[in-house]
């Protein structure tokens, strides 16, 4: 899977956006996007999935630029239980796909 | 669905003792990936199932750790003897190859691992 960086931790506020950038600058062609998120004490959950442009579900937007060398996961109006550590990993979208997983983003949300 | 079910939740444990983690995948799904996590290393892949059948087993760490998976609703990940360096959490996920995401994946609660 392509090498993934993205921030080691983030501070926000309640009710603030959080945008977390991750680069992957050697993203192959058929390679997807992922983010996982995952609570203290619990493991990862899926959260959100894109291959280009802009992806948006329920809790979250992905945005991806035309070259694809980066993604940004957008978090709206943050509360405190969005408090987690979220990873961001390139990889074919294959059955039996292998997940690499890397350091995260720890975001903390403040009152 | 109740989601992938792991057993025990914590277990603590003398070097040298056997310990055996239990997983029950997500009914249907035909993938099931055994992780560990700490704080030194993150989260790894042990090995992974298809089918029942082993098909990565590139991540375990040693001939120490052994998994099985003698149905579609049960797997068991086996370290023996355990060593002090084994403390971690230890997540089971599960997958299906079928629809759009195929790699998405379902993790469990985790069991907690620690040997004295």
């Known amino acids: 899977l392509a090498k993934t960086t993205q921030p080691i931790s983030m501070d926000s506020y309640e009710g603030q956006e959080v945008n977390i950038t991750c680069s992957h600058n050697n993203i192959a062609t058929n390679d997807y996007i992922t983010w996982y998120q995952q609570f203290p004490s619990q493991g990862p959950r899926f959260i959100i999935q894109g291959y280009k442009t802009k992806v948006t579900n329920e809790v979250a937007s992905l945005f991806i630029p035309a070259d694809r060398k980066s993604s940004t996961l957008s978090l709206p109006r943050v509360s405190l239980s969005d408090t987690a550590v979220y990873y961001c990993l390139v990889g074919v979208r294959a059955a039996g796909n292998k997940l690499t997983f890397g350091g995260g983003t720890r975001v903390l949300v403040k009152p | 669905d109740a989601g992938v079910i792991q057993s025990p939740r914590h277990e603590v444990t003398e070097m040298g003792q056997e310990v055996t983690l239990r997983c029950k995948p997500i009914?249907?799904?035909?993938?099931l990936f055994w992780y560990r996590q700490t704080m030194m290393r993150g989260l790894e892949l042990l090995i992974y199932f298809n089918n029942n059948v082993p098909i990565d087993d590139s991540g375990m760490p040693e001939d120490r750790f052994s998994a099985k998976m003698p149905n579609a609703s049960f797997s068991t990940l086996k370290i023996q003897p355990s060593e002090p360096r084994d403390s971690a959490v230890y997540f089971c996920a599960s997958s299906t190859a079928a629809g759009a995401s195929t790699d998405t994946q379902y993790f469990g609660p985790g069991t907690r691992l620690t040997v004295l």
């Open positions: 009914s249907g799904h035909d993938y």
